[in-house]
């Protein structure tokens, strides 16, 4: 089983819709959660992170935790082309490790 | 500006050759990581150092080799037996473990 699994997509939706992405994880002591978002042969860059159960909301971004479920998820809401890229699901089992998982590539339609 | 510098952007190896990867931070984090993303996977961790002098194996050390003389600086060698070394090497630093990490831009490594 991988540590953290993500919908491979690709997700495609049109300018202005909601992208919706999901992200389970395995460790169930992790605490932290992150979001980075990748461009294109970019490094990773981190847009959310969140650490209790609920919702976390930054602008256009919702970040969602439910431990119990070992489930976090992301909003994009009204979603923009510059929204086009890889998103990479992060959780921390422990406090050095950063497990990665490998991504889902979110096309947004103009 | 502080941030994190990864040089050099391209790199290519020979084969049996050594190379280095240079990775310096200005943000006074004491914990700097090292990790290797390859085509449509998630990013894998190397090497990682909480401290000065002080660095532990990830989990697909071998064939890589790492110092942290410096709090600033954590440079990585690909050794000639890592058999598999194209991918695209990111370093990350956090102002400590268990913190956020935030990346440099990437070396990309090509073998010759």
């Known amino acids: 089983q991988k540590e953290v699994e993500q919908n491979s997509g690709p997700l495609s939706v049109p300018e202005g819709a909601i992208a919706s992405l999901n992200c389970t994880y395995s460790d169930r002591g992790s605490q932290s959660f992150f979001w980075y978002r990748q461009y294109s042969g970019k490094s990773p860059e981190l847009i959310m992170s969140?650490?209790?159960?609920g919702d976390k909301e930054d602008g256009r971004f919702t970040a969602q935790l439910n431990k119990a479920s070992q489930y976090v998820s992301l909003l994009i809401r009204d979603s923009q082309p510059s929204d086009s890229a890889t998103y990479l699901c992060a959780v921390r089992p422990n406090d050095y490790k950063l497990s990665f998982g490998a991504g889902t590539t979110v096309t947004v339609r103009a | 500006d502080g941030g994190i510098t990864q040089s050099p952007k391209y790199l290519f190896r020979k084969e049996g050759q050594n190379v280095t990867l240079s990775c310096e931070q200005n943000l006074n984090h004491d914990a700097m990581y090292w990790y290797r993303q390859d085509p449509g996977q998630g990013l894998r961790l190397i090497y990682y150092?909480?401290?000065?002098?002080?660095?532990q194996k990830g989990d697909i050390a071998e064939g890589y080799s790492v110092s942290r003389e410096k709090k600033e600086s954590f440079p990585l060698t690909v050794t000639s037996a890592q058999k598999n070394p194209t991918a695209f090497y990111l370093c990350?630093?956090?102002?400590?473990?268990?913190?956020?990490?935030?990346f440099g831009a990437g070396t990309r490594l090509s073998v010759l």
């Open positions: 150092s909480q401290i000065v002098n002080d660095f």
């Open positions: 990350a630093s956090s102002m400590g473990t268990g913190t956020v990490e935030y």
């Open positions: 969140i650490y209790s159960n």
